[in-house]
């Protein structure tokens, strides 16, 4: 009789553990990470009956099992890290696509307005009020450089916060993850603790949307690593991640792994999560985009300046700057990053633009060899030579120099240095006086009333370039070659399909001579002594003699004695050959050129950034689609195993009720035999 009621009270106390199970299971549906359970049981011990053989004693719970695929949840988690990395940079991309090709906020528009202006002015040069309006759309035009600029630079310090946020959120998870080990180990000894687990789990998938890891189990634990193999926790160790200042660039942080004695910087290698598609982005997308549009700023600036430079202003002067110098003291300063590893003490590298146009949109690693040496390796990774600050002149390098600035360097120094990163946030419009802008070419030619031949000749170029940003050099030199002229071209009589001419300067000595051929167009060289006040020439730092060159064109056949006479176009008001040279910079292809050529235009320039920047975008959209679907696809695979299905659970939940009531009914059964027995007695 006590073995049929201990077989109820066995199946009773079984199937109350499958209702519980099967209720925690209907409770926890909308619990995040977790794992469907389910109870198994096994039958009791078997008691001998004698000859007859054996009978059964009831069952027994033999465990509450998770219903688990590790392999399922890692997939999970990893798709989870690619799922937030690439919407992360699907997300910053198109925002940055979406400031720079619009036209309320990118640069396409006001450059274009600018030059319309230009035109506008060139046509009219004398015309103060049109030239009020270029300086005007000078000034629209450099401060849309200013704002694009200063949203990058948001762009850039958010990141920074973001990283330094998401740090505190990682290392909250990876305390967690290793409280959770202990709690693991030591409740494993009586049972298996699911739902720690479960929370477990949960914890890994939450840290691979913030940064990509990989998960190995020693002993019942979860080691957790980053990257290639840096431990963020070991067992029951959790080992923090601080965002901080880059030892190679202050102003972009990196992440660092901090272990008990020493740490690591580990943002080379970290990928995956919001982390790792905050960091695709900035050097994927936004520090290229950064670069790119502060060389087309300097190149706008510069090639406009050294243009203008090269004109007469309405004044009778060599021209000004429109726009402000790319080498201020701020600007040639700020385009080298000491490393944070540099010797204490240790000086810092100025960089001077000398070409802009051969400017490239990458960044620069320069590392010293000793005092003086250094190596220079461009961010795409090819070798820009071995160099020496003692150098004389000082090397070009992609259109810039280096030179000391500060206390002298020690071998092992480095340097990142980023000539064009801040040239949109640098640039300036700095003319107030529009007379000064220079329109007029500086020379003009004429040809003498008494010429009978058929010849005739363009209005010359200067080819000498000068120093717009140097008042004092540019002052000079308009003195020197202004007492230089007027030169008289005389030509003599054509003999044998050839015919000379002579320069004479003012007082009559010849200063050269040349020759060209008849009805044919020639293009002829011609450089004049640049001389002082005094009429003796100007020399040059090595005692050399100064002279200006400038270029036109002879074509026609010219009559024997027939002369030009090449002046300084000091009254040239009413010209505007220098404001149509400034004007034909719109389609010249002054940014990225080489020694080779090749090159594109201002216009075309930004159109390739924008270009660029919109394919990136349009790829990280892509990307960010197809991971949503991976992630989707691992998730409902996870699900389908343990997750709670609330159909099956409800069925189950009656199948055990039953099974209770059953066992119910046999201990009844069992009481009723039992009382039967004593009413016989």
């Known amino acids: 009789m006590a073995n049929l009621i201990n077989i109820g009270l066995s199946g009773l106390s079984t199937s109350q553990a499958a209702l519980t199970t099967t209720s ?16 198994v049981s096994n039958a009791g011990a078997l008691q001998s009956i004698g000859g007859a053989g054996y009978v059964g004693t009831g069952t027994t719970l033999a465990e509450v099992r998770r219903i688990y695929s590790s392999y399922l949840q890692n997939q999970v988690s990893s798709s989870t890290a ?11 991309a198109a925002t940055l696509d979406s400031l720079l090709s619009d036209t309320s906020t990118g640069i396409t528009g006001v450059l274009s307005n600018f030059f319309k202006s230009l035109q506008t002015a060139a046509a009219t040069p004398s015309d103060t009020a ?27 310090t958010d990141i920074n916060s973001q990283l330094t946020s998401l740090s505190d959120q990682v290392n909250t998870l990876s305390k967690s993850i290793a409280s959770l080990n202990q709690q693991i180990v030591s409740m494993s000894g009586t049972g298996t603790p699911n739902s720690l687990m479960d929370s477990r789990d949960e914890a890994v998938r939450q840290l691979n949307e913030l940064v990509g890891v990989t998960v190995q189990q020693r002993d019942g634990q979860y080691d957790v690593y980053l990257g290639t193999g840096q431990a963020l926790v070991s067992g029951t160790t959790a080992n923090s991640l601080t965002a901080q200042p880059s030892s190679s660039d202050p102003t972009q942080y990196g992440l660092t792994v901090n272990y008990a004695s020493y740490s690591t910087e580990v943002t080379s290698v970290v990928s995956g999560g919001k982390m790792g598609g905050l960091l695709r982005y900035r050097d994927e997308v936004l520090q290229p985009a950064q670069n790119e549009l502060g060389r087309l700023a300097i190149v706008v600036s510069d090639s406009i300046n050294s243009q203008l430079g090269q004109g007469v202003d309405a ?22 990053q000491a490393s944070a590893k540099n010797s204490a003490g240790s000086g810092n590298l100025g960089v001077t633009i000398t070409n802009s146009s051969a400017l490239t949109a990458y960044n620069y690693s320069v590392k010293f060899s000793d005092a003086n040496t250094y190596t220079v390796t461009r961010s795409d990774g090819t070798a820009m030579g071995s160099h020496s600050l003692t150098e004389d ?8 120099t280096l030179a000391l600035q500060g206390n002298a360097l020690s071998a092992g120094d480095s340097f990142t240095v980023s000539p064009t990163r801040n040239g949109a946030g640098e640039i300036k419009t700095t003319m107030t006086d529009v007379s000064k802008l220079a329109f007029s070419g500086p020379l003009a030619a004429t040809s003498s009333s008494g010429n009978s031949g058929t010849g005739s000749v363009t209005q010359p170029t200067l080819t000498t370039k000068l120093n717009v940003y140097d008042s004092t050099a540019l002052a000079q030199a308009q003195n020197g070659i ?10 003599g009589s054509a003999s044998n399909g050839s015919q000379g001419y002579t320069l004479y300067n003012a007082s009559g000595a010849s200063i050269g001579s040349g020759t060209i051929i008849p009805n044919q167009t020639n293009t002829l060289n011609v450089s004049v002594p640049m001389l002082d006040d005094s009429g003796n020439p100007m020399l040059d730092a090595n005692g050399t003699a100064m002279t200006a060159t400038f270029q036109m064109s002879v074509s026609g056949s010219p009559a024997a004695n027939d002369s030009y006479t090449v002046a300084f176009n000091s009254n040239g008001a009413s010209d505007n050959r220098n404001a149509t040279a400034v004007l034909g910079l719109q389609s010249s292809k002054t940014v990225g050129t080489t020694s080779g050529g090749g090159g594109v235009s201002m216009t075309g320039a930004y159109a390739k950034l924008v270009e660029d920047v919109g394919a990136k975008a349009a790829q990280a959209s892509g ?23 609330l159909d099956e659970e409800a069925a189950d939940l009656v199948k055990f009720q039953q099974y209770y009531t059953a066992s119910s009914q046999i201990i009844k059964t069992a009481q009723e035999v039992f009382s039967t027995l004593l009413n016989a007695l």
């Not at 925690?24 to 109870?39: K, P």
């Not at 300086?135 to 704002?147: D, E």
């Not at 004044?315 to 080298?336: E, H």
């Not at 002149?393 to 810039?400: Q, R, Y």
């Open 130 to 156: 049109s030239r009020q309006l270029l300086v005007t759309a000078a000034s629209t035009l450099s401060n849309r450089f200013n704002s694009v600029a200063s949203q990058i630079s948001s762009s850039n």
């Open 482 to 491: 202004e007492n230089g002229l007027p030169v008289k071209m005389v030509f």
């Open 623 to 645: 990307d960010a689609t197809a991971t949503a679907a991976v992630l989707s696809s691992a998730t409902e695979s996870r699900d389908s195993v343990a997750g709670v299905n």
């Open 315 to 336: 004044n009778g002067n060599f021209g000004s700057s429109l726009f402000s110098s790319a080498n201020s003291d701020t600007a040639v300063a700020g385009r080298s």
């Open 82 to 92: 690619l799922d937030s990395e690439a919407s992360t940079l699907s997300t910053n």
């Open 393 to 400: 002149p000082a090397p070009s390098i992609d259109g810039f």
């Open 24 to 39: 925690n299971n209907i409770s926890n549906v909308g619990t995040a990470g977790y794992s469907r359970q389910s109870t």
